[in-house]
């Protein structure tokens, strides 16, 4: 009997998990999904009525833009069900597309089917459950091969709508700048100005502006940083809670810039010592992720998708990978994997596992791998030949 190639197993796997996903709305469309949230926003956008704060069966606290609520208006005129199949299906198709075209251009050595296999566990939380990551996942996956062929206004597009979900992809965005601050910044600047204006074509200047105030209030009041560990946001910060370091929001918001900023050092240096393109380009997507699963402002179980391509990468592409650096992203992926084994109990079994910190210790270990990637490889320094007189030349000389 022949073994199925692992191609197949990873088609398969793929195609099963999207069958479920989407299908799963049809028959419990309030069941374990943010769709509803999204939906729902999209409703009182359309009617008119207060988007944040506003308690609803079924949804969560709605954390995003009046543009996005007004971007979710047409499929919350649809069953909700059709909506949140709908709107699973799109999200895995740009970041199933987005991910091909990635690795197509970053890692050509690796097998795409390795690659997919290992980048589905870490990505099924999200894939269940409806989340935005997905989608934003695979415009950013997008976005850097878009620069890479260099179409940065359309990158530029990408991002800035991402930035337009959810603010983390402007750490990418603010890397993307410093590769091209005119043909990427510029389009980025009016990608976001447009967003931000788009809400108040749908509805009265007054309701929108309001639902801003509200929005900016939400946000400000949104900090996790003494909560349970369980139900804190899984970051460098809790970390710090684990190990017995205590440190309170504003001084935290330092560190996270202070990352920000050796990250962005890091793409300098990389231009100055003349690296090639493509590698600038993928090192400012890898350390833009590893900020974003580190240190962005509200890292959850479900954010950790967006490791998902940097993890594959650093488990299966040896090109340029110092030997530490595997042990590394498997000792990452193994905290993982325990991560994902655990959430699978009851609360009272899987938050004290989740309480240790396993998640964002994972993520750590990933980045580090990823760093010594991009810190240890070398510009090609082109070969110096000399310039040798043909015998006959020397003579007549």
């Not at 359309?46 to 069966?57: I, M, N, R």
């Not at 251009?105 to 409806?130: K, M, Q, T, Y």
């Not at 983390?168 to 931000?196: D, E, N, S, W």
């Not at 084994?341 to 964002?360: D, E, S, W, Y």
């Amino acid at each position: 009997m022949t073994r199925p190639s692992l191609t197949v197993i990873a088609f398969t796997a793929w195609v099963g998990v999207a069958a479920v996903v989407c299908v799963k709305p049809l028959f419990k469309p309030v069941s374990g999904t943010v769709f509803v949230t999204y939906a729902t926003a999209g409703r009182e956008f359309l009617a008119g009525e207060k988007l944040y704060d506003v308690p609803h069966p079924h949804t969560d606290n709605f954390r995003y833009s009046p543009l996005v609520a007004a971007g979710f208006a047409p499929l919350s005129l649809l069953p909700l069900g059709v909506g949140g199949a709908l709107w699973r299906l799109g999200s895995i198709a740009v970041f199933v597309t987005g991910l091909v075209a990635w690795a197509r251009r970053v890692c050509p050595e690796v097998p795409l089917a390795g690659l997919f296999l290992l980048a589905l566990p870490i990505s099924l939380g999200s894939l269940n459950n409806g989340q935005a990551n997905t989608l934003i996942l695979g415009m950013m996956l997008w976005a850097t091969v878009l620069a890479g062929r260099d179409r940065w206004a359309l990158a530029a597009l990408l991002v800035g709508s991402a930035a337009l979900f959810k603010a983390y992809p402007l750490a990418l965005a603010g890397l993307f700048t410093l590769i091209a601050p005119v043909r990427f910044g510029l389009p980025l600047l009016g990608t976001i100005a447009a967003g931000l204006v788009l809400p108040y074509a749908f509805q009265s200047t007054e309701y929108v502006s309001a639902q801003y105030q509200f929005w900016f209030e939400n946000v400000a009041r949104d900090d996790r940083t003494t909560r349970p560990l369980y139900s804190g946001y899984q970051d460098f910060h809790m970390l710090l809670r684990v190990v017995g370091i205590e440190i309170a929001r504003s001084p935290y918001q330092l560190a996270q810039a202070g990352a920000g900023l050796a990250a962005a050092a890091v793409i300098v240096w990389l231009r100055v010592t003349g690296s090639d393109r493509r590698s600038v380009e993928t090192a400012a997507f890898t350390l833009g992720i590893c900020w974003m699963v580190m240190f962005a402002p509200a890292v959850e179980t479900s954010t950790f998708i967006l490791l998902a391509p940097v993890m594959a990468r650093e488990l299966l592409d040896a090109v340029g990978r110092p030997r530490w650096a595997k042990a590394c992203a498997l000792a990452g992926s193994g905290m993982f994997l325990i991560a994902m084994v655990a959430l699978a109990f009851p609360h009272h079994i899987h938050r004290p596992v989740i309480a240790t910190g396993v998640q964002p210790l994972g993520a750590l270990l990933i980045s580090v791998a990823a760093l010594g990637r991009i810190v240890t490889s070398r510009p090609a320094v082109p070969e110096l030949r000399l310039a040798v007189p043909e015998p006959g030349r020397a003579r007549a000389a």
